[in-house]
């Protein structure tokens, strides 16, 4: 008798064990829309680049080469030091690692990376422009970034006898000041335009699972990571907005985070999107290559009150190279987002559009893991390796 | 003989309650939202102490000084455009948390015991502005709006507390109070004589108004839609062909057609503005500039109006 209750005890314990292991596990394989999601994430989803009418120099070699000089040089500034690069630092994936941008002064926000972002019909953390080119006229006139001006620019490309052959050979002789000014922010756009993530671990992993090859999945992939994987397409609802191959919607949502110290709540799209319909520089605008001004982003776009405190989502390739993060650069860590998200707190102004998430700390930590193997190499982009040769030479004299 | 006494002290505390009700001027809670009155002009109205106690929203009294922002949220929209000025002064007109527009109006010299203030401006979408609490004490927030057109000024004033300490235990004390009473009536058997004669007429006027209310609107049109390019995908700005008809199976033609949607399960709309930009006959219509910008399930609006009739259609898919 007393055996035979020892033995129902120890059976109902293994069974139990079994159980709470079994309820634990991780499915063996991805089902077909798990790997359809994974696939539509992957970098080889991203199609080509698409044309920019307004911009008619955008795919022009000898702008992207023109660009490229003006993005690294320091003379379109106030004091002479600060050039695009000054905060979109290749290095650091075309941030800078700090809060706020530092230049002239510091400016309103956090800055963005670059790779990728000529996929966006949007530019800003707000929308405030409708294309690349009108977006790298902005820092340039802005008080707390170049704080130079449109005419002292022009002058110094006239004035240098490469610049002004560059010039020259793109758009022709000298013309209005918007029109040059214009022009100058159409071949930075053509040099932005080749800026494009490189393939991290995440892209070979889905590459595994596409193959059937299980055992280089394992060897790319941790199970942590594959937890974290599947919460990011599942319950953590990190698709509904960092959805496709560069993880981002390129629209515009409120997340409550919070105001930074000594600053009101930040509006955001609300106002952006004014700005941006209002800009002389727009698609709509005289400046705009494309003859029959076919502007459907500024004609269908959404304005009013529910784009308070909205901004454009962020990609999450190289995340890990990206912080701090949020439009303030107000979250230092990774984890203390994902904890915010977690929790879904109210928006100061506006509503908050996630909901809060519930997930263990645990579970957390596996997203963390995940995002992690989103670190890619330095991006790809014309000069980038003569850059970066450069960089290998410097750090090792 | 106790049931007594607790009838007393719950008396006496509503002696005092209404004007504890009261206390709060130009800023009051109305279903749990805390609404400022700018003469008719309303907004809902928050306080944060964003390093104290993060998203904690406050009414009006904060729990302590430092950096405080103050939010307006217009629920009426002729505060978009006009410009508002805000002031916060100490609290000196001696009446505490019952100082009204009139107190203020009669202190002499509004400058000296300004500790803030914002030039009119107008904010076109929310209203915010951030101030630093360098003590604790009694304050007063006047809030003043100008119209432009007319320029009449409409103003509130609130007194609030900065430092508030709260009631302490006495909200607990009261319910325990309230709840020892509730006790005593029932074991006393009170309850059982209110309760003893229902009211059917109020019932019967329940059912009258239920009855009073209108029939489910049935739908006068059917609509289906065709894309232009392939099956919806996120992120892709596109085109939709809408099929109107009536029930009847009749096309509808020469209808004005407008559209909205949106994620009803996280509570915002679509990312665009789709308009019917072409008439294609046979009750065909272009629908241009849509867009959807995350996956899950999104409903489109589609109201109809013909010289006939008008409805709305409410089309959903799954993305």
Redesign the interface.
Request: proline residues 6%; hydrophobic residues 40%; aromatic residues 10%.
């Given at each position: 008798m007393r055996l035979a209750t020892l033995v129902a005890v120890v059976t109902t314990m293994v069974v139990a064990a079994w159980l709470v292991w079994r309820w634990d596990a991780l499915p063996d394989t991805w089902s077909d829309e798990g790997i359809a999601i994974l696939q539509s994430l992957s970098l080889e989803s991203l199609p080509p680049l698409p044309p920019d009418p307004t911009n008619a120099v955008a795919d022009d070699p000898r702008a992207v080469e023109f660009g490229r000089r003006l993005f690294f040089d320091t003379r379109f500034s106030a004091n002479g030091a600060i050039s695009c690069a000054t905060c979109h630092q290749p290095e650091r994936r075309f941030t800078d690692g700090l809060p706020k941008g530092v230049a002239i002064g510091v400016s309103k926000r956090n800055t963005p990376s670059i790779v990728g972002t000529p996929y966006s019909p949007w530019f800003y953390w707000d929308g405030r422009r409708d294309s690349l080119w009108a977006q790298a006229l902005s820092p340039l006139e802005d008080p707390n970034e170049h704080a130079s001006n449109r005419l002292t620019i022009i002058a110094i490309i006239v004035d240098d006898r490469d610049y002004w052959r560059m010039y020259k050979a793109l758009f022709g002789e000298a013309s209005g000041v918007d029109t040059m000014f214009s022009n100058i922010g159409k071949a930075l756009a053509a040099f932005e335009r080749t800026i494009m993530p490189t393939s991290s671990r995440f892209d070979a992993y889905v590459a595994a699972v596409v193959a059937g090859n299980e055992a280089r999945q394992a060897e790319l992939f941790s199970e942590e990571e594959i937890r974290g994987l599947r919460l990011f397409i599942g319950e953590a609802n990190c698709?509904?907005?960092h959805?496709?191959p560069l993880f981002t919607?390129?629209?515009?949502?409120n997340t409550?985070l919070?105001?930074l110290?000594?600053?009101?709540?930040d509006?955001g799209r609300?106002?952006g999107v004014?700005e941006a319909l209002a800009d002389p520089f727009n698609c709509r605008g005289a400046h705009s290559d494309d003859p029959g001004r076919n502007c459907?982003?500024l004609?269908?776009?959404?304005?009013g009150?529910?784009l308070?405190g909205a901004f454009r989502t962020p990609s999450l390739r190289n995340l890990e190279n990206t912080a701090p993060y949020g439009h303030k650069g107000q979250i230092a860590t990774l984890a203390d987002m994902l904890l915010h998200y977690n929790e879904a707190?109210?928006?100061?102004?506006?509503?908050n559009?996630a909901?809060p998430l519930n997930l263990s700390r645990r579970e957390l930590e596996h997203l963390e893991a995940f995002l992690s193997t989103l670190a890619a190499p330095l991006p790809d982009y014309v000069g980038g390796e003569e850059a970066e040769e450069s960089i290998v030479t410097t750090s090792s004299l | 003989m106790i049931g007594r006494l607790i009838t007393l002290a719950l008396s006496m505390f509503l002696a005092f309650a209404p004007q504890l009700a009261d206390a709060h001027g130009g800023v009051v809670e109305e279903d749990d939202i805390c609404v400022i009155k700018v003469n008719y002009l309303r907004a809902h109205f928050k306080i944060y102490q964003p390093r104290e106690s993060g998203h904690e929203q406050f009414c009006e009294d904060l729990p302590v000084a430092g950096e405080s922002v103050f939010v307006m949220e217009y629920m009426h929209d002729a505060l978009q455009s006009m410009p508002i000025e805000f002031r916060i002064i100490k609290n000196v007109t001696g009446k505490g948390r019952f100082a009204r527009m009139e107190h203020v109006a009669a202190i002499d010299d509004l400058e000296a015991v300004t500790v803030f203030y914002s030039e009119p401006v107008q904010e076109p979408d929310v209203y915010t502005l951030t101030h630093t609490f360098t003590e604790e004490g009694d304050f007063i927030g006047i809030v003043a709006a100008r119209n432009p057109e007319t320029g009449a000024l409409y103003a509130a004033v609130f007194p609030f507390e900065v430092g508030f300490t709260g009631w302490g235990y006495w909200p607990l004390i009261l319910g325990l109070l309230v709840l020892t009473h509730i006790l005593y009536l029932a074991m006393s058997g009170r309850f059982r004589r209110w309760f003893k004669s229902p009211t059917p007429a109020a019932l019967v006027l329940c059912a009258a108004l239920l009855q009073a209310s209108p029939a489910a609107h049935a739908d006068e049109f059917v609509v289906t839609f065709s894309t232009l390019d392939g099956p919806p995908q996120i992120n892709r700005m596109h085109s939709w062909i809408l099929h109107v008809e009536t029930t009847a199976g009749e096309p509808v033609e020469g209808a004005v057609i407008e559209v909205d949607g949106g994620m009803p399960a996280h509570n915002h709309g679509l990312p665009t503005r789709p308009r019917v930009t072409e008439e294609l006959g046979g009750g065909d219509y272009r629908l241009d500039g849509i867009r959807f910008h995350m996956s899950g399930y999104w409903e489109m609006v589609i109201s109809i109006e013909t010289d006939a009739s008008e409805g709305t259609v409410v089309v959903s898919l799954t993305l």
């Amino acid at each position: 008798m007393r055996l035979a209750t020892l033995v129902a005890v120890v059976t109902t314990m293994v069974v139990a064990a079994w159980l709470v292991w079994r309820w634990d596990a991780l499915p063996d394989t991805w089902s077909d829309e798990g790997i359809a999601i994974l696939q539509s994430l992957s970098l080889e989803s991203l199609p080509p680049l698409p044309p920019d009418p307004t911009n008619a120099v955008a795919d022009d070699p000898r702008a992207v080469e023109f660009g490229r000089r003006l993005f690294f040089d320091t003379r379109f500034s106030a004091n002479g030091a600060i050039s695009c690069a000054t905060c979109h630092q290749p290095e650091r994936r075309f941030t800078d690692g700090l809060p706020k941008g530092v230049a002239i002064g510091v400016s309103k926000r956090n800055t963005p990376s670059i790779v990728g972002t000529p996929y966006s019909p949007w530019f800003y953390w707000d929308g405030r422009r409708d294309s690349l080119w009108a977006q790298a006229l902005s820092p340039l006139e802005d008080p707390n970034e170049h704080a130079s001006n449109r005419l002292t620019i022009i002058a110094i490309i006239v004035d240098d006898r490469d610049y002004w052959r560059m010039y020259k050979a793109l758009f022709g002789e000298a013309s209005g000041v918007d029109t040059m000014f214009s022009n100058i922010g159409k071949a930075l756009a053509a040099f932005e335009r080749t800026i494009m993530p490189t393939s991290s671990r995440f892209d070979a992993y889905v590459a595994a699972v596409v193959a059937g090859n299980e055992a280089r999945q394992a060897e790319l992939f941790s199970e942590e990571e594959i937890r974290g994987l599947r919460l990011f397409i599942g319950e953590a609802n990190c698709t509904q907005c960092h959805n496709g191959p560069l993880f981002t919607n390129n629209e515009f949502h409120n997340t409550g985070l919070i105001s930074l110290e000594g600053e009101v709540p930040d509006k955001g799209r609300v106002a952006g999107v004014r700005e941006a319909l209002a800009d002389p520089f727009n698609c709509r605008g005289a400046h705009s290559d494309d003859p029959g001004r076919n502007c459907p982003e500024l004609e269908f776009t959404r304005t009013g009150p529910e784009l308070i405190g909205a901004f454009r989502t962020p990609s999450l390739r190289n995340l890990e190279n990206t912080a701090p993060y949020g439009h303030k650069g107000q979250i230092a860590t990774l984890a203390d987002m994902l904890l915010h998200y977690n929790e879904a707190p109210d928006a100061m102004i506006g509503h908050n559009e996630a909901k809060p998430l519930n997930l263990s700390r645990r579970e957390l930590e596996h997203l963390e893991a995940f995002l992690s193997t989103l670190a890619a190499p330095l991006p790809d982009y014309v000069g980038g390796e003569e850059a970066e040769e450069s960089i290998v030479t410097t750090s090792s004299l | 003989m106790i049931g007594r006494l607790i009838t007393l002290a719950l008396s006496m505390f509503l002696a005092f309650a209404p004007q504890l009700a009261d206390a709060h001027g130009g800023v009051v809670e109305e279903d749990d939202i805390c609404v400022i009155k700018v003469n008719y002009l309303r907004a809902h109205f928050k306080i944060y102490q964003p390093r104290e106690s993060g998203h904690e929203q406050f009414c009006e009294d904060l729990p302590v000084a430092g950096e405080s922002v103050f939010v307006m949220e217009y629920m009426h929209d002729a505060l978009q455009s006009m410009p508002i000025e805000f002031r916060i002064i100490k609290n000196v007109t001696g009446k505490g948390r019952f100082a009204r527009m009139e107190h203020v109006a009669a202190i002499d010299d509004l400058e000296a015991v300004t500790v803030f203030y914002s030039e009119p401006v107008q904010e076109p979408d929310v209203y915010t502005l951030t101030h630093t609490f360098t003590e604790e004490g009694d304050f007063i927030g006047i809030v003043a709006a100008r119209n432009p057109e007319t320029g009449a000024l409409y103003a509130a004033v609130f007194p609030f507390e900065v430092g508030f300490t709260g009631w302490g235990y006495w909200p607990l004390i009261l319910g325990l109070l309230v709840l020892t009473h509730i006790l005593y009536l029932a074991m006393s058997g009170r309850f059982r004589r209110w309760f003893k004669s229902p009211t059917p007429a109020a019932l019967v006027l329940c059912a009258a108004l239920l009855q009073a209310s209108p029939a489910a609107h049935a739908d006068e049109f059917v609509v289906t839609f065709s894309t232009l390019d392939g099956p919806p995908q996120i992120n892709r700005m596109h085109s939709w062909i809408l099929h109107v008809e009536t029930t009847a199976g009749e096309p509808v033609e020469g209808a004005v057609i407008e559209v909205d949607g949106g994620m009803p399960a996280h509570n915002h709309g679509l990312p665009t503005r789709p308009r019917v930009t072409e008439e294609l006959g046979g009750g065909d219509y272009r629908l241009d500039g849509i867009r959807f910008h995350m996956s899950g399930y999104w409903e489109m609006v589609i109201s109809i109006e013909t010289d006939a009739s008008e409805g709305t259609v409410v089309v959903s898919l799954t993305l």
